[in-house]
């Protein structure tokens, strides 16, 4: 069982910045796909980015390209989501969510939440105009 614990939300003015992590109890915490998403209230949870095990390949949502940048940090067992230029709408609760395996590399196919086993509690961002 991989327990996920999300951090750094908070409350930000338009065209501010946060930067929100997501550490993991997994042992073999590189051989993970680490995902984010988020729901904003009244709305289904929605992709935001990904990036595979080894941290070499990423893929983001249209809505957020440019903007948000995805890392990890293996010795650490966290992943960030880095997120500049925040707009009004990109409040919402951010989940973090783990796969592990296949070695298999789509940036559609991590965009699914079926796909990810296990899930944070998430963690919440506000945005004001």
């Known amino acids: 069982q991989v327990q996920l614990v999300e951090s750094g939300g908070g409350l930000v003015q338009a065209g501010g910045s946060l930067r929100l992590s997501c550490t993991a109890s997994a042992r073999t915490f590189s051989s993970y796909t680490m995902g984010w998403f988020r729901q904003a209230p009244g709305k289904e949870r929605e992709f935001v980015a990904v990036i595979s095990w080894s941290g070499g390949s990423t893929y983001y949502a249209d809505s957020v390209k440019g903007r948000f940048t995805i890392s990890r940090d293996t010795a650490k067992n966290t992943v960030y989501l880095q997120m500049n230029s925040l707009k009004p709408e990109d409040t919402a609760v951010y989940y973090c969510?783990?796969?592990?395996?296949?070695?298999?590399?789509?940036?559609?196919?991590?965009?699914?939440?079926?796909?990810?086993?296990?899930w944070g509690q998430g963690t919440q961002v506000t945005v004001s105009s």
């Open positions: 969510a783990a796969r592990q395996g296949p070695r298999y590399w789509s940036g559609n196919y991590y965009s699914q939440e079926y796909v990810y086993d296990y």
